[in-house]
């Protein structure tokens, strides 16, 4: 499936299992299906929780720090994909 970078991870939060990512292409809404990849990380998910400022949000625009919940552990610099269907 082709895909589009979304984004980058700024920082990860280990004990909620948030990543902090920067939006630096396009947008990311709910039910999004993502991909993280980076040197030790590559797993796809669905969106399920967005937070930007500990609110709770639909979608993430470009410039915006959104907080999404991870099921597995992703490092700074990490790229986020959109995967397209």
């Not at 993502?34 to 609110?55: A, P, R, W, Y």
């Amino acid at each position: 499936m082709p895909e589009e970078q979304v984004g980058v991870i700024v920082k990860f939060f280990a004990k909620p299992s948030v990543a902090a990512i920067e939006v630096t292409n396009g947008t990311i809404k709910k039910g999004d299906t993502l991909h993280f990849k980076g040197h030790t990380t590559d797993f796809t998910e669905e969106v399920v929780s967005m937070e930007i400022d500990n609110q709770p949000v639909e979608e993430a625009k470009v410039g915006d720090l959104v907080g999404l919940k991870v099921s597995e552990r992703v490092r700074p610099n990490d790229k986020v994909y959109l995967v397209v269907e």
